[in-house]
């Protein structure tokens, strides 16, 4: 045997490339130290045997920046300085002859049958510059000790030696030293985070007690047992329950276990005794949250998938499994799952575990949704007849308009079962051929016009609904605005209909006429702040601009060759608060409105066919004018002879010569009256409870 020192050992396999082709998340900044404690178990479990679990031993020492310093002063907090590597220490076998012989051996099989794949150390070279090992064994009738630096580039075994020694105590020393760029910051730094990660990635090994005592050391010499740690706090803790999957049999471990730092509930899916894939727990269980809250105490759960059939297909890096995620049925072999299977299995395993306390949060969150439906957004009420089950589904914690979109999405979901079940009422129509099967059909259709009506009411209801969130923000900007002025004319012509736009612009979902009159909605063309030599069926029009220029019948595309037109509609809209009306002739809203009227009757119209329309007798206009109460606007309404109706908020008047009707009506009252015929509407639908805004 050789003691020569400082001699050079080669790897029989590419460093460079190894590494290149090993991958490891940044996230996954311990796991170099999960590798090198998994090895330590197995080298103890080769010394010892079923005794493995008495008398073996780990201990994990922290390394810190200044640890000299951290050393003499004990009252400096050691977690305030970043970690930058660490040292396990094992009472194991040794890195005899055998062991480092497979440990120069790429993807060597020596310890296959543990799930290990000889890719550990290379693991570690991926987020530490250098893997330091010391290791004391014994061969044959002596003792030796093995010293060598492993490094991310060939021959990758540096400052190798091996000397004689006369201690018969056997065991290796790996310290990963230096965190490569990127993983350092993912590295917790306190104590108690790292040891709980520690046992959360061996978890498996504390569940079945196959771990030997791990003591986790600083380097103020704080430390902590972790495997009294477990048996102390998470051992009482643990359930336990069988599921299959096709012929595999698992098994869900669940813990609830203390709230830590940026923790969450999580699955993981565990083979040979790792953790090889982990989610979150409450990405497939939303009522679960992100933590839960008893006796003042936060928690989390995290179970644990564990089975034969992950054992066997654990991949080789043992960050995946090498079977589909998903795939369609035709797609697997026989006998093959899904990671989506095992997942959809486990989960549901686990809400019967946990089913005492969903049950209550269940409860208590569709209440409060029912609360939401019932005071805010009545539309979705059938919602809790027909879907109760999947409004219990949506996530927790949702309110206002985020809860209604989810709530959107089952209303969409109903309305399209509804269809399909309607077409398939027609086929069953067809095909029927006796009495018996006609008397069921009819029980059944029954209940899909039932569905169906309960589906028509609730997109009546949205759209009620949706008018009063149109009430309410005129209302608002009707008011003085917090920099103390008004809202512009504008503005509010805009909550009516977009300003410069015809009515083929605009669909019927994003003009509000019925604010006005209902009637106004169903108009066959409509200018909005249009110059009338812009509105295409007007010929030689002037520059001047009517807010609202609505014909009533068929304006460029009538049905009828000489079909004549039957009203024409004006509209007006003034600034909220303004008061500097001017009564002179010409000068005043009333005889600007009249201009239009005047323009329009002796201009040149088209039809869809380019020719002039000469209007009849029987063709009218009517004009609003719509503003706020004003002194100064009160005199041109009497000097022009409106007449008051009883609600002192609306003034008439017809004028023979242009056969137009006036009728000028305040904000307040326009807004008073919608919502009396909005409230209406709510009132026919049976929801009783005008929503609140």
């Not at 951290?70 to 094992?90: R, S």
């Not at 051996?105 to 290379?122: C, P, V």
């Not at 409860?363 to 009420?381: D, T």
Request: charged share 30%.
């Amino acid at each position: 045997m050789s003691t020569d020192k400082h001699t050079v050992e080669t790897l029989t396999t590419s460093i460079s490339g190894k590494l290149r082709n090993t991958n490891l998340a940044k996230r996954k900044a311990l796991w170099p130290l999960f590798e090198v404690i998994s090895n330590s178990i197995h080298a103890i479990e080769e010394r010892f045997g079923a005794s493995a679990i008495e008398k073996g031993k780990i201990e994990v020492r922290i390394q810190r920046p200044g640890e000299s310093t951290l050393l003499e002063n004990k009252g400096i907090d050691q977690e305030e300085y970043p970690v930058v590597g660490f040292t396990v220490q094992d009472n194991g076998v040794g890195l005899d002859n055998d062991n480092y012989q497979s440990f120069k051996t790429s993807d060597s099989e020596k310890k296959s049958e543990k799930g290990a794949k000889g890719l550990g150390r290379f693991v570690c070279l991926k987020a530490f510059k250098t893997v330091e090992f010391k290791s004391a064994y014994r061969d044959g009738q002596a003792n030796y000790i093995r010293q060598f630096n492993f490094k991310a580039q060939n021959p990758g075994i540096f400052e190798y030696s091996v000397t004689p020694t006369e201690s018969k105590v056997t065991g290796t020393s790996v310290s990963l030293t230096e965190f490569r760029d990127g993983y350092q910051k993912y590295c917790p730094r306190r104590l108690d985070e790292i040891g709980h990660k520690i046992i959360d990635h061996f978890l498996i090994h504390f569940l079945t007690d196959q771990v030997p005592e791990i003591r986790l050391v600083d380097v103020n010499l704080l430390e902590r047992n972790l495997l009294a740690q477990y048996r102390e706090k998470l051992k009482p803790t643990i359930q336990s329950r069988d599921f299959t999957v096709g012929d595999e049999a698992f098994t869900i471990h669940l813990i609830k276990s203390d709230l830590h730092r940026n923790e969450t509930h999580h699955i993981y899916y565990c083979g040979n005794g790792r953790s090889v894939i982990d989610e979150k727990l409450n990405d497939h269980i939303p009522d679960l949250g992100s933590s839960i809250e008893e006796d003042g105490s936060k928690y989390v759960y995290k179970a644990y998938v564990t089975g034969t059939y992950l054992d066997d297909h654990v991949g080789t890096e043992r960050t995946k499994f090498e079977f589909p995620e998903v795939a369609e049925q035709d797609e697997l072999d026989i006998g093959e799952v899904t990671l989506s299977m095992i997942r959809d299995e486990a989960v549901r395993t686990i809400e019967v575990m946990l089913s005492s306390y969903l049950d209550k949060v269940i409860a208590r969150k569709f209440e409060e949704y029912s609360n939401h439906i019932g005071s805010s957004a009545p539309q979705f009420s059938f919602l809790l007849k027909y879907l109760p089950e999947k409004v219990q589904r949506i996530k927790p914690g949702m309110v206002g308009s985020k809860l209604d979109i989810e709530l959107y999405k089952l209303q969409q979901e109903f309305a399209i079962e509804v269809k399909e079940e309607g077409e398939e009422f027609l086929e069953l129509a067809n095909d029927i051929t006796e009495g018996e099967e006609y008397l069921t059909l009819v029980a059944r259709y029954e209940e899909f016009i039932e569905k169906l009506n309960d589906a028509t009411k609730s997109q009546l209801a949205s759209y009620v609904v949706h008018r009063k969130a149109v009430i309410d923000l005129l209302d608002k900007f009707l008011g003085l605005q917090e920099n103390g002025s008004f809202m512009t004319e504008e503005t509010i012509h805009n909550i009516f209909f977009p300003i410069r736009k015809e009515s083929d612009e605009v669909s019927f979902d994003k003009q509000n006429l019925w604010l006005l009159d209902e009637r106004l909605t169903y108009h066959h063309y409509l200018a909005s702040e249009k110059k009338m030599s812009q509105v295409a069926v007007i010929e030689n029009g002037s520059d001047e601009r009517p807010d609202l220029l609505i014909s009533k019948h068929r304006f460029a595309f009538v049905e009828q060759e000489n079909e004549p037109y039957s009203t024409f509609v004006i509209v007006e809209f003034k600034r909220p608060d303004r008061n500097d009306y001017s009564w002179s002739e010409g000068k005043n809203p009333i005889d600007q409105i009249s201009d239009y009227v005047d323009e329009i009757r002796n201009g040149k119209i088209r039809d869809r066919l380019g020719r002039v329309v000469n209007f009849r007798s029987g063709t009218y206009f009517y004009a609003f004018l719509v503003c706020d109460r004003a002194a100064s606007l009160d005199r041109i309404l009497r000097k022009r002879g409106f007449s008051p109706m009883p609600d002192g908020e609306r003034y008439t008047w017809f004028n023979p010569e242009l056969q137009t009707m006036y009728e000028v009506v305040t904000y307040q009252q326009l807004l008073t009256d919608a919502r009396r015929r909005n409230r209406m509407f709510f009132e026919k639908l049976g929801i009783h409870k005008y929503p609140v805004g």
